[in-house]
C-alpha cells in the first residue's frame, strides 16, 4: 500500500490490486484500526472527514524582507549591547 496524495493510492490486497479511491480507503482503514482505542479511532474519522471537504491549510512565510532589513541596520558596537542588560 502506499499513498499517492489526496484520495489517491495503490495497494495489492490479497493478491488484487486496487488503485484511486478504492486504494486510498482501504489504506485509511487498514491504518485506523491499528490505533488502539475507539475514541482515538473516532477523532481521526472526524479529522479525515474533515480534511476530505476542505483544502489544507498552507502558509508560505517570507523572510526576504526582514534578511534584507538585517543586513542594512547598523552593526551594534558589543559595549553598548552590554550597558542595556
Known amino acids: 500500500m502506499a499513498s499517492l496524495g489526496h484520495t489517491r493510492a495503490v495497494a495489492r490486497v490479497f493478491g488484487v490490486d486496487l488503485t484511486g479511491f478504492a486504494a486510498w480507503w482501504v489504506r485509511r482503514t487498514y491504518y485506523l484500526f491499528q490505533m488502539p482505542r475507539w475514541d482515538r479511532?473516532?477523532?481521526i474519522v472526524l479529522d479525515w472527514t474533515?480534511?476530505?471537504?476542505?483544502?489544507?491549510?498552507i502558509t508560505k512565510v517570507e523572510l526576504r524582507v526582514e534578511?534584507?532589513?538585517v543586513r542594512q541596520a547598523p552593526e551594534i558596537p558589543r559595549a553598548a549591547v552590554s550597558r542595556r542588560q
Do not use: G, H
Request: proline share 7%; net charge positive; hydrophobic share 45%.
Open 50 to 57: 474533515v480534511a476530505l471537504f476542505f483544502r489544507p491549510d
Open 67 to 69: 534578511r534584507e532589513q
Open 41 to 43: 479511532r473516532m477523532r
